[in-house]
Every structure is written in structure tokens, then in C-alpha cells.
């Protein structure tokens, strides 16, 4: 069982910055592809960003180009989503998902394993 825990969530002014954490509990962690999403109240949950397991390979949504970097580090078995030029319309609950397929999948149901979510309120 793997359990994933968001840490690094807050509330920061528009234009600041913040770095969330994904810890994983499983010492093979560095075989799975981790993803970050979003939800906002009364919205889906979105693709942020995407990482493979080599940290090779990643991937964002479109809105976070530029703005947001996801990397890894696999001996401390950590995701992490370095967020720059936060925005107001970037508040929501962030959340780490993980699985175990070869490709960084942008569709929240092709992740087996979540985190509980960290807030992030970005104020104007």
C-alpha cells in the first residue's frame, strides 16, 4: 500500500511562491509515475503537472508552463511542485497521486494511489 502525504500548502500573495511535498511511504517509489493535481470548490480535479520515474520526463498543463516545476527525489522517495508568479485563480487543494504505468497520465482516474491534499490560497 502506498500512502502519499502533501506538505507546503499555505497562504501566499499574488505573485509569490510556494513548494509542495509529496512523501511516499513505499521504498519503491521510484518506480512510480507521480502526478500533482488540482481541485477547486465546485470543479473537476485538473492535471498540474507530471513526472516519470526516472525524472526525465515531464509534463504540464499549459497553464503551469513557465510558472510551475515538478522534480524528484528518489532517495529521499519525494515529489515535489515548485510553484513561482502564483495567481489568485491558483487557489485550491493540491494533491500527489502515483501509479505504477509507464506514461505520465493527465486523467485523475488512471491514479491508483492519493494524498489527502495541501491548500493553497493565493491572495490578490
Known amino acids: 500500500q502506498v500512502q502519499l502525504v502533501e506538505s507546503g500548502g499555505g497562504l501566499v500573495q499574488a505573485g509569490g511562491s510556494l513548494r509542495l511535498s509529496c512523501a511516499a511511504s513505499?521504498?519503491?517509489?521510484?518506480?512510480?509515475?507521480v502526478g500533482w493535481f488540482r481541485q477547486a470548490p465546485g470543479m473537476e480535479r485538473e492535471f498540474v503537472a507530471g513526472?516519470?520515474?526516472?525524472?526525465?520526463?515531464?509534463s504540464y498543463a499549459d497553464y503551469a508552463k513557465g510558472r510551475f516545476t515538478i522534480s524528484r527525489d528518489n532517495a529521499k522517495n519525494t515529489v515535489y511542485l515548485q510553484m513561482n508568479s502564483l495567481k489568485p485563480e491558483d487557489t485550491s487543494v493540491y494533491y500527489c497521486?502515483?501509479?505504477?504505468?509507464?506514461?505520465?497520465?493527465?486523467?485523475?482516474?488512471?491514479?491508483?494511489?492519493w494524498g489527502q491534499g495541501t491548500q493553497v490560497t493565493v491572495s490578490s
Open positions: 497521486a502515483a501509479d505504477l504505468r509507464s506514461i505520465i497520465a493527465t486523467t485523475p482516474t488512471l491514479y491508483d494511489h
Open positions: 513505499i521504498g519503491t517509489f521510484s518506480r512510480y509515475v
Open positions: 513526472i516519470d520515474w526516472t525524472g526525465g520526463r515531464t
